[in-house]
T-cell receptor, first 111, second 115 residues
Framework: AQRVTQPEKLLSVFKGAPVELKCNYSYSGSPELFWYVQYSRQRLQLLLR?????SIKGFTADLNKGETSFHLKKPFAQEEDSAMYYC?????????????WGLGTSLAVNP | EPEVTQTPSHQVTQMGQEVILRCVPISNHLYFYWYRQILGQKVEFLVS????????KSEIFDDQFSVERPDGSNFTLKIRSTKLEDSAMYFCASSVGQGLYNEQFFGPGTRLTVL
């Protein structure tokens, strides 16, 4: 079974500083990994997925199979990035896929 | 843009009472999910649903829980006899498919408080 660890419950940075939200996973086989975000008073939404190799809102995440990590990075944090971030790999669930969630990291970007 | 909706936003109930949490998935979606998050804990998968039947359920989803898609639009989660530990935020999600690129779209959640 896939498990994820997000070691930091809270990460506080100043605006313009680089930010890295850590995610480590344990999985046998080729992992699929997603990052979900929840802004204040908004719903959970997909931020990015590793298979797309995309950059969304300046965030990127590289899958490092050697370190079993999928850290989320942004070179210059903005105040509007303040939110709860979840690393959430999908796992097969019958005909569906269920998301397995980390504890989440609360990112606070200070002015 | 279509969204998943959930009602009510907050439900307060007495222990032992039945509650029904309602969700309206995005209309062309075929796969449906319930998750819950107890305060301060991880989001946890409860159940997935496809083609009018449960695809998988977690060990949390015991006989007190049931899901239904009664009319082709609503997707409900029923808790027959609520316990204090059922207090949590319950999220409904839907997706058009279940492949790698099929994103699960989440509702805003229902906060259930069991007294």
């Amino acid at each position: 079974a896939q498990r994820v660890t997000q070691p930091e419950k809270l990460l506080s940075v100043f605006k313009g500083a680089p930010v890295e939200l850590k995610c480590n996973y344990s999985y046998s086989g080729s992992p699929e990994l997603f990052w979900y975000v929840q802004y204040s008073r908004q719903r959970l939404q997909l931020l990015l997925r590793h298979i797309s190799r995309e950059s969304i809102k300046g965030f990127t995440a590289d899958l490092n199979k050697g370190e079993t990590s999928f850290h989320l990075k942004k070179p210059f944090a903005q105040e509007e990035d303040s939110a709860m971030y979840y690393c959430a790999p999908p796992q097969n669930a019958g005909n569906n896929r269920k998301l397995i969630w980390g504890l989440g990291t609360s990112l606070a970007v200070n002015p | 843009e279509p969204e998943v909706t959930q009602t009510p936003s907050h439900q307060v109930t007495q222990m032992g009472q039945e509650v029904i949490l309602r969700c309206v998935p995005i209309s062309n979606h075929l796969y449906f999910y319930w998750y819950r998050q107890i305060l301060g804990q991880k989001v946890e998968f409860l159940v997935s649903f496809y083609n009018n039947e449960i695809s998988e359920k977690s060990e949390i989803f015991d006989d007190q829980f049931s899901v239904e898609r009664p009319d082709g639009s609503n997707f409900t989660l029923k808790i027959r006899s609520t316990k204090l530990e059922d207090s949590a935020m319950y999220f409904c999600a839907s997706s058009v498919g279940q492949g790698l690129y099929n994103e699960q779209f989440f509702g805003p959640g229902t906060r259930l408080t069991v007294l």
